[in-house]
Structures are given as structure tokens and as C-alpha cells.
């Protein structure tokens, strides 16, 4: 009976917490436009950022501390796993999946499609949506894929060459960064290299996070 | 104009109620469904607030990987200890 009580409590009080949102975001709708226009902003120095892509300008570029610091995180967090994660077991075959030859059909036709797809959404990202951390899931996902279909066994300890592409994308982006501080700035790219070099910075990206997102699963199944 | 509002209400309206499932319903199977159905419309969501990038990056990690990952993980659980 008490617990009944609570929950209504509890409820009535998220009720009330949504209506005081839907309050004061009809509120903000209501506000003066902010006096700094971040997207004019950004538009006035599209052209030096070596992209056509305003989202893709601002992760790589004006903001590219940002994202080389999610990067530093996402290896942060696949560390840890790997530090939690069992280690030295004989793999357990997955019985569900391991005499499935219509899933291990499926997973073969599609996997070499899903590593195009994430090659496109890399290269697209330079003028239009995509960029390195849809085409890293679109390759996390691939993996899973296989491991799921029984056609891929779970990692144990990595390797030296899994090792480096887990990092290469932080690697890439850290050379990157400290050939660049001579600027005078972290991460200022000259205009002339800019395009090339964020090129090169999200196929490091790419790799490492569709890598570290396959890790995440693949090493605590 | 009024069928792109009856659109957006439809699916503000069904973001709500498989939000509201997903956390109410009492089988875990049929949850873990559920949430990647959220995660789905939540993609059309930011499709049409106009941010396709992030759309992208939904339908990949949130309804993807994450339905993925939590279907493994009911796999686990229900498998009786077959992993650690």
C-alpha cells in the first residue's frame, strides 16, 4: 500500500516536471533571437575550413578540440572494458547462431556493403551529412553483425595490430594536433592542407571508432 | 502545411507512447523492441527538425548498436550463466 503511494507521488511529480518544461521551452520559443548568430558565423569562414560541410566544419575544425577529446573518451571507455572483461577463456561457440546458414548468408552479403557504406558516409562527410562517427558505427555494426551471425568469435586480449588501430584515430589526431602547434594555436589548420588533413584525421577516426564500438561488444560477449 | 502538422504530431504522439511502453512494459524481450522502435522515430524526429547528421548518428549507435547490445545482453540472461 505505501509503495502505491510513492509511485503516485513519484508520477505526479514528473508530471509536473514535464508541464514546468513544456513551460519554459514555450518560453524560449517566445525570446529575442540571440545577438550572436552562430550559423552566419560560420558560414562568413566556410571557406577556410578546407570542407563544405558546416557540421563537418565545426567538428573538425572550429571545434576540433571537442572532438579529439570524445575520441580520448571513447578509448577511455574501451579501456576500462578491457580491464573488466574476462580474459584467457576458451570461446564459448554461440549455439543460437552457429548452424544458422540463412543469417551467415545474410551477414556475408551484407558486411561488404556496410564497409562501402561506411567508406561513402566518410567521404561524404566533407559536403554534406555523415563524417567519421556515422561511418565508425556503420563499421561497429558491421562487425557485431558477424560476431552475431557466428561467423566472427569474440576478442580476448588484443593484439599488437588491433592495439594500434584502436588508437590510431587518437594517434592520428594527436600527430596531427602537435605538428600543427608551431600555428601558434591547437588545431588551426593551415587553409591550403585544411581539407586534406581533416581527410586524414576522420579515416583515423573512422577506423578506430568503428574498432572501439565492435570492442564494446565483442569483448564482453 | 496541415499534413506536415499531422505528421509531426503523429509522431510526437507515438515517441511519447513507446517511450512510455518501452519503460512500462513488463516483458524484457518485448521492451528491448520497443526501444529500437523509439530509437527509429526518434531518427524521423531529427529528420525533420532538419538535422540529418544527427538522424544518422541515431539510426547507427542509438537503434542499432544499443538494440543490438541489449539483445545480446537479454541472449545472456536468459541463457542461464552461459557467459560470465
Do not use: C
Not at chain 1, 566556410?46 to 563544405?52: D, F, K, P
Not at chain 1, 561488404?112 to 556503420?138: E, N
Amino acid at each position: 500500500m505505501k509503495r502505491n503511494y510513492l509511485a503516485q507521488a513519484l508520477g505526479l511529480l514528473a508530471a509536473l516536471f514535464a508541464a514546468i518544461l513544456i513551460a519554459v521551452m514555450l518560453e524560449l520559443a517566445a525570446l529575442p533571437p540571440p545577438a550572436v548568430n552562430l550559423p552566419d558565423a560560420v558560414g562568413v569562414r566556410m571557406e577556410a575550413t578546407g570542407v563544405a560541410h558546416p557540421v563537418t566544419a565545426v567538428l573538425l575544425n572550429f571545434r576540433g578540440y571537442d572532438t579529439l577529446l570524445e575520441i580520448g573518451v571513447l578509448l577511455l571507455a574501451l579501456l576500462v572494458v578491457l580491464a573488466v572483461a574476462p580474459h584467457g577463456e576458451k570461446a564459448p561457440p554461440n549455439p543460437s547462431s552457429r548452424a544458422d546458414p540463412v543469417l551467415q548468408t545474410l551477414a556475408r552479403i551484407a558486411v561488404p556493403l556496410m564497409v562501402l557504406a561506411a567508406v561513402y558516409l566518410l567521404w561524404a562527410g566533407a559536403y554534406q551529412s555523415g563524417g567519421a562517427f556515422q561511418a565508425g558505427a556503420v563499421l561497429g555494426a558491421a562487425a557485431v553483425l558477424l560476431h552475431l551471425a557466428g561467423l566472427l568469435p569474440r576478442w580476448d586480449t588484443p593484439g599488437a595490430r588491433l592495439r594500434i588501430g584502436l588508437a590510431a584515430g587518437f594517434l592520428a589526431f594527436i600527430a596531427v594536433a602537435t605538428a600543427l602547434l608551431g600555428q601558434g594555436a591547437l588545431l588551426q589548420y593551415p587553409p591550403a592542407q585544411a581539407g586534406s588533413l581533416i581527410l586524414l584525421i576522420e579515416a583515423g577516426l573512422t577506423l578506430s571508432l568503428g574498432l572501439i564500438l565492435a570492442g564494446l561488444f565483442l569483448f564482453l560477449s | 502545411m496541415t499534413a506536415d502538422l499531422t505528421f509531426d504530431l503523429l509522431l510526437a504522439a507515438s515517441l511519447l507512447w513507446s517511450a512510455w511502453r518501452t519503460l512500462a512494459t513488463p516483458d524484457i524481450f518485448r521492451a528491448v523492441i520497443l526501444f529500437i522502435v523509439f530509437g527509429l522515430l526518434l531518427t524521423l524526429g531529427w529528420a525533420r527538425l532538419a538535422a540529418p547528421d544527427i538522424a544518422l548518428a541515431e539510426a547507427a549507435i542509438g537503434a542499432g548498436l544499443t538494440g543490438a547490445l541489449l539483445l545480446d545482453a537479454i541472449g545472456v540472461l536468459r541463457g542461464g550463466g552461459k557467459k560470465p
